[in-house]
């Protein structure tokens, strides 16, 4: 069974940074394509990056590019969102997710998602 547990989220001035982070275990994390997406109150969960298997190729909603970096670490199971120049429409609970089937397309629909942790909350204040 895939888990996957995030962390980093909190409570931020606009204009500032948070790192996430989602560790993956019980899978072999090297295979998979991760994906962050996030769910604000009232809305559905949208795709927000994702990375390849490799790290090779990344792919980043239109409002969060330049914004947002997503890296992976395979010899710690890690993927990681950087998020810069934050802004109050950035606020949800911020998702990671493993496409099982799809290593080198990053698809950016929810449903091809296979697995997801419990969420990070980030709170972005005007």
């Known amino acids: 069974q895939v888990q996957l547990v995030e962390s980093g989220g909190g409570l931020v001035q606009a204009g500032g940074s948070l790192r996430l982070s989602c560790v993956v275990s019980?899978?072999?994390?090297?295979?998979?394509?991760m994906g962050w997406f996030r769910q604000a109150p009232g809305l559905e969960r949208e795709f927000v990056a994702g990375i390849t298997w490799s790290g090779g190729s990344t792919d980043y909603a239109d409002s969060v590019k330049g914004r947002f970096i997503i890296s992976r670490d395979n010899g710690k199971n890690t993927v990681y969102l950087q998020m810069n120049s934050l802004q109050p429409e950035d606020t949800a609970v911020y998702y990671c997710?493993?496409?099982?089937?799809?290593?080198?397309?990053?698809?950016?629909?929810?449903?091809?998602?296979?697995?997801w942790g419990q969420g990070t909350q980030v709170t972005v204040s005007s």
């Open positions: 019980g899978g072999t994390f090297s295979r998979y394509l």
């Open positions: 997710g493993v496409d099982v089937l799809s290593s080198r397309t990053i698809r950016r629909e929810r449903r091809r998602y296979d697995y």
